[in-house]
């Protein structure tokens, strides 16, 4: 791509979340919530299941905690990319003088890059 084409995608305006990597980054940032909130109910349905000495629905629900841990790494994972993208994209914009995207839109509830 030559430098003209490159300035036109930067400065297309999104459309949808996932069309700028701070929609995304906001979209994975709700999926963490909504996946620690599941794990904090299924820890209570373990928790029922124990004294309710429903051995198999423990174990099936031990096998959803476990799956959801796991998730919960590749969504932090996720959101680590997504962070160093964005400070990158940042620096390669400083560089060639290109506007930034303005700040006030990222929000304030973003993690700092690493």
Do not use: C, W
């Not at 297309?12 to 999926?31: C, N, W």
């Not at 051995?55 to 996720?78: G, P």
């Not at 990319?81 to 994209?89: A, F, K, P, T, Y």
Request: aromatic share 2%.
């Amino acid at each position: 791509m030559g430098r003209r084409s490159e300035r036109q995608i930067v400065s297309q305006k999104a459309e949808t979340p996932f069309d700028s990597i701070e929609g995304s980054h906001e979209y994975v940032r709700m999926l963490a919530e909504a996946v620690n909130e599941a794990r904090r109910d299924v820890e209570e349905e373990i928790a029922a299941a124990e004294q309710d000495r429903a051995d198999r629905r423990k174990e099936a629900l031990l096998l959803v905690s476990y799956n959801l841990a796991k998730l919960n790494l590749h969504i932090t994972s996720s959101r680590r990319i997504l962070n160093d993208l964005r400070s990158l994209r940042r620096l390669l914009l400083a560089e060639r003088g290109l506007p930034a995207e303005d700040e006030s839109e990222v929000g304030a509830s973003e993690e700092p890059p690493r």
